[in-house]
């Protein structure tokens, strides 16, 4: 067996709900042991100002036209990072060898070659004193990747931890959904579209509240399927469909006019079929592997399980945490990064070719 490093993961979604950290032991093969899992919420006035920075950037030009109040998010977030590792750190009482910092995207553009990711890494190391890396997406986007996703190794070698049987697709439920498919040493990724994204937005917006807790304000309207259907001839869902997303591809403007409760009803059908016609298209594969929030919306499960006519389990079910794979999986590439192990691969970001990633800082 090859040396088992032990990394601390940093991720912070699109819902900008706070952070989720992971403590990870691992070789960056098929040794996987999941020590620690943590999660730091954001307090409500940095979460708003941060979202608000977000929503109004559509290029790098605005970052550099509002870098003073950038440089003071990005230096807020980093605190808010520093925070949470001091206390996992603590909780877990050992030596970690690096941390797997991901940042908080601030915006997605692979086809402009670029994707930016909120964070301080130099600061992170100075004041943790640990190696750090960071910038886990440009590498793949300079050799023609989409950047994303990036989960999809570890999705593959947590399989195999498991002994789940194959094919299985391993369905995350994030502001954007993505997927996994594995069987035996094959494996796919791909961006699905919308996963939280377009009924949090909706709902933050109208009644100020996070989100459809368990999908009961979903379960309570009624599905306007004129919409479902004008809808889905017209979008990214026939032109872009083999791209990585950023949140900003997706509005809710079609469900103008409808009340709320049928609103949010006909946003949550909507991302359970975009989603089941991804899945849908892997026809040899019966079970579906579910991380992510999204994964909590019964009603959103209750929608894809009757479209797709799979078995859809709760990655809970196998005994890991599904709240925190992608705080576990940066953690895990990471340790890959580290030991310039490929990361990403032409199956799964579309990359030129299989490649390493990650940028090492070590300023203590």
Do not use: W
Not at 47 to 54: A, Y
Not at 99 to 115: A, C, D, L, N, W
Not at 311 to 320: A, L, P, T
Not at 326 to 351: C, H
Request: charged fraction near 25%; include cysteine.
């Amino acid at each position: 067996m090859e040396k088992i490093y032990t990394a601390l993961g940093l991720m912070s979604g699109t819902s900008l709900d706070g952070i989720d950290a992971s403590i990870v032991r691992s070789d960056g093969e098929k040794f996987i042991n999941i020590e620690e899992n943590q999660y730091y919420k954001y307090n409500d006035t940095f979460r708003e100002q941060l979202r608000k920075f977000i929503k109004g950037c559509y290029d790098k030009e605005y970052i550099n036209k509002h870098n003073k109040v950038y440089n003071d998010l990005q230096k807020q977030l980093t605190l808010y990072h520093v925070e949470i590792s001091k206390k996992i750190i603590s909780n877990y009482g050992s030596k970690i060898d690096l941390v797997g910092f991901h940042g908080q995207t601030i915006i997605h553009r692979p086809e402009k070659g670029y994707s930016i990711q909120m964070g301080d890494a130099q600061l992170l190391s100075k004041i943790l004193k640990q190696n750090v890396i960071y910038q886990f997406r440009q590498k793949d986007i300079d050799h023609k990747g989409q950047g994303a996703p990036l989960t999809s190794i570890y999705h593959y070698n947590l399989s195999k931890k498991l002994n789940l049987s194959e094919p299985i697709i391993f369905l995350n439920i994030g502001g954007i959904s993505n997927l996994t498919y594995i069987n035996k040493n094959e494996i796919k990724s791909q961006d699905t579209g919308p996963g939280n994204v377009l009924m949090d937005e909706y709902i933050q917006k109208v009644k100020n509240q996070k989100f459809d807790k368990d999908g009961f304000i979903a379960s309570t309207g009624k599905i306007n399927k004129l919409i479902i259907n004008e809808s889905t001839k017209n979008d990214f869902y026939n032109t872009n469909k083999k791209h990585s997303f950023d949140k900003k591809d997706f509005n809710y403007s079609f469900i103008r006019g409808l009340n709320f409760e049928d609103a949010v009803a006909t946003l949550t059908y909507y991302t359970a079929k975009i989603i089941s016609d991804f899945l849908n298209e892997y026809n040899n594969t019966k079970k579906i592997v579910l991380c992510g929030g999204g994964r909590k919306n019964k009603t959103l499960i209750k929608h894809m399980k009757n479209l797709t006519l799979k078995e859809i389990v709760n990655i809970n079910d196998f005994g890991v945490d599904g709240d925190y794979i992608e705080s576990q999986a940066f953690a895990y590439l990471g340790i890959r990064s580290f030991l310039k192990k490929k990361i990403s691969f032409p199956q799964t970001t579309k990359v030129s070719q299989s490649i390493t990633g990650g940028e090492l800082v070590k300023n203590y």
